[in-house]
């Protein structure tokens, strides 16, 4: 039944499933060690976790921020969401509000963060904020339950290698 309704989909909507299905696996493989993610609307904040995982990668952050004060991290946001290619305009757009609200109410929760904007990247199309915290704003963050995900915000080596030919012009 599984199957048969993915070839009932729209060509753009199986498209965005696939990229995202993609995208998931990728970003589990390529960090698992350093994210942390919740999963559902009725769990818990991350820190009221016992997960090895999350445990580990905030225990890590923590242990940057003992060195350097600050640490760089990736949370994500607890919204329903679906990959812009398989919207409508509209429904492109109510996605993108949801995005700023929650941000907002992300910022709202944890004050300090309105008072330095400049290290803080809200991104419009995805449910994420990257930003620079130290050890109270990182305690939270952990803290709400808005947040389904904290990782450190590091370049990583890609998770799928994807080799491309190109034909040689005429």
């Known amino acids: 039944m599984f199957y048969r309704t993915l070839f009932l989909l729209s060509p753009h909507t199986f498209a965005g499933l696939m990229t995202i299905f993609a995208s998931a696996i990728g970003v589990a493989h390529a960090l698992a060690a350093d994210l942390v993610v919740l999963e559902g609307s009725a769990q818990p904040p991350l820190k009221a976790g016992t997960n ?7 225990d890590l952050l923590r242990k940057q921020m003992e060195v350097n004060g600050t640490t760089r991290i990736i949370v994500g946001l607890r919204i329903a969401f679906t990959s812009e290619g398989g ?13 700023a609200r929650m941000q907002s109410v992300v910022m709202e929760k944890v004050p300090s963060l309105k008072q330095k904007p400049e290290q803080i990247k ?21 803290n ?19 080799e491309a030919v190109i034909p040689e012009s005429k």
């Open 144 to 162: 709400l339950s808005e947040i389904v995900s904290i990782e450190a915000d590091r370049l990583a080596a890609p998770a799928i290698g994807i």
């Open 122 to 142: 809200r991104y419009a199309t995805s449910p994420f904020m990257a930003m620079e915290v130290n050890t109270a704003e990182l305690e939270a963050l952990a």
């Open 87 to 99: 919207l409508t305009a509209a429904a492109a757009a109510q996605q993108r509000n949801e995005i």
């Open 52 to 58: 090895a995982d999350i445990v580990r990668t905030l």
